[in-house]
Nanobody, 127 residues
Framework: QVHLVESGGGLVQPGGSLNLSCAAS????????IGWFRQAPGKGREGVACITMSEGSIWYVDSVKGRFTMSRDNAKNTVTLQMTSLNVDDTAVYYC????????????????????WGQGAQVTVSS
């Protein structure tokens, strides 16, 4: 079992930047894929970026490529999502999620693949 706690987020103007962090505890993470998902008001949850904790392979949804960067710190059991050039369409609740023995593409394109979820962090992009 994995426990996930997100931090960061908040209110930012269009064009601004924010960082999200996810601290994981519990099971050994080397067999896990961890992902960032988001859910905007009235929309379904979508995968944003996913990373394998063992190899560090990363998958991004097209809408954030070149703007968001996901990274991991295996020593601290944390993953970070650096978000730049934010726009109003990025406004959503962002969730950290984890699943064992899952590819990054499967994790990020099939929301049901995620097994463990954090509580979510609000990101609001507004002028």
């Amino acid at each position: 079992q994995v426990h996930l706690v997100e931090s960061g987020g908040g209110l930012v103007q269009p064009g601004g930047s924010l960082n999200l962090s996810c601290a994981a505890s519990g099971d050994a993470l080397d067999r896990y894929t961890i992902g960032w998902f988001r859910q905007a008001p009235g929309k379904g949850r979508e995968g944003v970026a996913c990373i394998t904790m063992s190899e560090g392979s990363i998958w991004y949804v097209d809408s954030v490529k070149g703007r968001f960067t996901m990274s991991r710190d295996n020593a601290k059991n944390t993953v970070t999502l650096q978000m730049t050039s934010l726009n109003v369409d990025d406004t959503a609740v962002y969730y950290c999620a984890a699943a064992p023995f899952t590819t990054i593409r499967h994790m990020c394109t099939e929301v049901r693949a995620a097994v463990y979820w954090g509580q979510g962090a609000q990101v609001t992009v507004s002028s």
